[in-house]
């Protein structure tokens, strides 16, 4: 019903930023979101402003053509890419669901789904056979050979928006591109944007898979299963009847409309119930309606009911004109179709792609390891064969689908598979795919680091007492000197500078408690949010079977994780904005035991991280027989700048040397392997690769024969 008021121009009235659509309370039916990411677009973007007021005057064209030449407009064919974004979980849905999702979707557009003859007897003259086919594409943008369904692995889908078309897409200008995740990150159940309101980069529809089809992950029902119909509905340029807020059920929406005439005004559907003969907004003094006498077109696919199954005359004009539209226009020609392989009569076998999960990347020595084929691209009955290589495991080679493998010795591991049809060969090599790790560490208890090293995170003498990053992009924990708590060197993480949800970890190196009792972690933070919605969160895990498993100890967001007020620019903290943290390690105080930290991004300031400490209480007794057995000594102490390191083994034995300022921050190390037992000797200098040390106080550590001890040496 045409109004006043059209369905953009009240989008406009919402004045949405990105991040306040994100604020807003979405119920559990997870609603669409079109309205207010149009709104935020239309408040980033507003060069786009003059496309969708050319738009909104096709729309009011639209209205006067009569019903006859809105129905008798040609069928058209929309290439279409759908993009799995997944953690090799239940979120990886099966190629079955998605072509479940699209059949749903061709029935909806044709007027062949199974409940035409429900639509109501008022509306059967306005039900349009829209006449879109939507076909996977069988050529990717490269000319090569595809099914339509790509697969990406990464913790976005599990807060998803527009960060992931930054993982993949296809051109939108020859592609529909449709995002399946795990969790939008505003609560919606989809979103979509309306023609060339939007620069091309963000162009497409992210849709969970839970509401994707009626089969698999989907929850099934009318509602799940008609989401991506509604979604396609704004792609190509529908807003929902009632107009252009997300607020079904308001009675001011008989204030808005959707600028379609054979649509009649309506407050929409709060509660998904069908009410298909109530009138809840015509004949109304305020809001006069041409149709007064017609009920709510509440079974068209635009609006919130649990009984969608229809698009009128004058949506099905809307969306046909849309593809005249220049962001549209090249979907549908002759040559794009066949650029995609979505022509008439084309059909395509493809080589599979391999891919594969493993159900553990972290073990300990003498574990199995259980390999799944995830391999995709593949045409139904297809027959695939499998060769799988494995170095350092047990078998070392493999020609099942999902083989299980011993790990014996410690190390970093690659895995090979290559898959094969009658169409081709792919193979995927995952460097360092599993990370075996001895039973027990060689790094003992007490511990200290203040990143005070220049050559963090990597220890250049040993790889065992490296610390881990892995990153989520290119910008995560970084060593500064730009704030510390003690010394001149802290670790950052710069929240702002990345997508909201990206996850950013940082591992110590495995750490042996078999010396102390009562252990516990402690580190010193400092973090400010830059408004009260950029929520941060920083967690701690810790495991005891060298990662396989993880158990969540400390976990502090936003508010709570905060040590001062709030800093819209960057945060450097002073002394006095830093917090001392303490976990206690519990039953997870092991002879290898790893501590994780774990950084979610949400467009805050920065955080730092210093002074990771684990401390305890030395076993009774142990203190005294560990320095007698093993003899350390420094002499002469005090030095004039060199001194001589002795100390005594027990037996054959690795033993680590380190000398440390002290504050904690390594000056040198010396490792040396299966070393004789009796007296040792080494020079200061040898150790730290400095003909004198400055003056000061320095700490020489030994670990040796599963014992760790300390001397003071005095530099003057």
């Given amino acids: 019903m045409r109004k006043k008021v059209l369905f953009l121009a009240s989008a406009i009235v919402l004045g949405l930023s990105f991040n306040e659509a994100k604020s807003q309370h979405i119920p559990f039916r997870k609603y669409c979101a079109t309205d207010s990411m149009t709104a935020a677009a239309m408040r980033q973007y507003p ?40 953690t090799y979980g239940a979120d990886n849905i099966t190629d079955g669901q998605v072509y479940d999702a699209l059949r749903i979707v061709n029935e909806d557009y044709s007027k062949t789904n199974p409940d035409t003859a429900s639509v109501i007897a008022a509306y059967q003259p306005r039900y349009a056979n829209v006449g879109f086919e939507f076909k996977l594409a069988q050529k990717d943008p490269n000319g090569n050979c595809t099914n339509g369904i790509t697969r990406t692995y990464s913790t976005l889908t599990d807060n998803a928006d527009n960060n992931v078309k930054s993982l993949i897409m296809w ?135 649990n009984c969608a199954m ?83 495991g047990t078998p070392a080679t493999s020609t099942d689908p999902d083989p299980m493998v011993t790990y014996n010795i410690p190390g970093d591991y690659d895995v090979v598979l290559t898959t094969t049809n009658a169409a081709g060969t792919h193979t995927i090599t995952r460097n360092q795919a599993v990370r075996v790790s001895p039973a027990t560490s060689i790094a003992i208890a007490p511990y200290q680091n203040s990143f005070e090293d220049p050559s963090f ?65 402690k580190f010193k ?30 976990n502090k967001i936003g508010a709570n994780l905060s040590t001062t007020g709030t800093f819209l620019n960057n945060f450097t903290p ?17 002879a290898n035991t790893l501590i994780k930290f774990e950084i979610t991004s949400n467009s805050g300031s920065s955080l730092y991280l210093d002074d990771i400490e684990i401390t305890g209480n030395a076993i009774s007794g142990l203190e005294d027989a560990q320095a007698n057995a093993l003899n350390l000594n420094v002499y002469p102490n005090p030095s004039n700048g060199d001194a001589t390191v002795g100390f005594a083994l027990t037996g054959k034995s690795d033993y680590t040397l380190e000398v440390l300022s002290i504050t904690g921050q390594r000056i040198g190390q010396a490792l040396v392997k299966q070393n004789q037992e009796g007296s040792q000797q080494l020079k200061l200098s040898s150790i730290t690769g400095q003909v004198t040390l400055k003056a000061g106080v320095y700490l020489v550590k030994l670990q040796a024969n599963g014992f760790t001890t300390l001397k003071k040496a005095i530099v003057f």
């Avoid at 006067?64 to 064919?77: E, K, L």
């Avoid at 990053?469 to 001149?488: D, F, M, P, V």
């Avoid at 701690?540 to 993880?550: A, E, I, L, M």
């Fill in 47 to 86: 060069e786009y402003a003059k496309g969708r007021k050319e738009f909104e005057a096709m729309v009011r064209s639209l209205n006067t053509q009569s019903n006859a030449r809105r129905a008798s407009t040609p069928n058209s064919t929309i290439p279409v890419v759908v993009h799995v974004i997944h």
């Fill in 171 to 305: 051109d939108p200008t020859k592609y529909l591109n449709i995002w399946v995740v795990n969790r939008i990150s505003f609560g919606a159940g989809g979103y979509s944007y309306l023609p060339c309101s939007v620069p091309q980069n963000i162009e497409g529809i992210v849709v969970l898979n839970t509401q994707f089809g009626s089969i698999g992950k989907s929850n099934g029902g009318n509602f799940s299963a008609r989401t991506l119909t509604h979604e396609i509905g704004h792609y190509m340029g529908l807003p929902h009847v009632w107009g252009g807020s997300n607020s079904p059920g308001d009675p001011a929406n008989c204030g808005m409309d959707d600028g379609i005439a054979d649509t009649p005004n309506t407050i929409g559907s709060a509660t998904q119930n069908c009410l298909v003969n109530a009138n809840t907004c015509g004949g109304t003094n305020g809001n006069p309606d041409p149709d007064g006498t017609m009920p709510d077109n509440v079974q068209n696919y635009m609006d919130y009911s």
């Fill in 310 to 392: 229809m698009f009128t005359n004058g949506q099905k004009a809307v969306m046909t004109a849309a593809l005249s539209m220049s962001c549209r226009s090249n979907l549908t020609t002759p040559n794009n179709l066949i650029a995609t392989g979505t022509n008439p009569g084309y059909t395509a076998a493809c080589a599979p792609i391999a891919d594969f999960k493993a159900s553990a990347d972290r073990v300990c020595e003498g574990n199995v390891v259980y390999f799944n084929d995830q391999s995709y691209n593949i045409a139904a009955n297809s027959a695939v064969s499998y060769s799988w290589s494995f170095p350092g």
């Fill in 457 to 521: 995170p990597v220890d250049p003498l040993n790889a065992q007492l490296s610390w881990e990053l892995i990153r989520s992009g290119t910008i995560s924990w970084e060593q500064t000197q730009a704030a510390a708590a003690t010394g001149s060197s802290s670790l950052r993480m710069r929240n702002r500078d990345v997508s909201v949800g990206t996850v950013n970890t940082l591992i110590m190196p495995a750490v042996n408690f078999n010396n102390i009792t009562g252990s516990t972690l």
């Fill in 525 to 554: 933070v400092a973090y400010a949010q830059r408004a009260a919605v950029t929520n941060d969160k920083l967690s701690v895990y810790f495991s005891k079977d060298c990662g396989r498993t993880w158990a969540l100890r400390y």
């Fill in 574 to 590: 002073n002394a006095a904005q830093w917090r001392q943290e303490t976990v206690a390690l519990g039953n997870y105080a092991t």
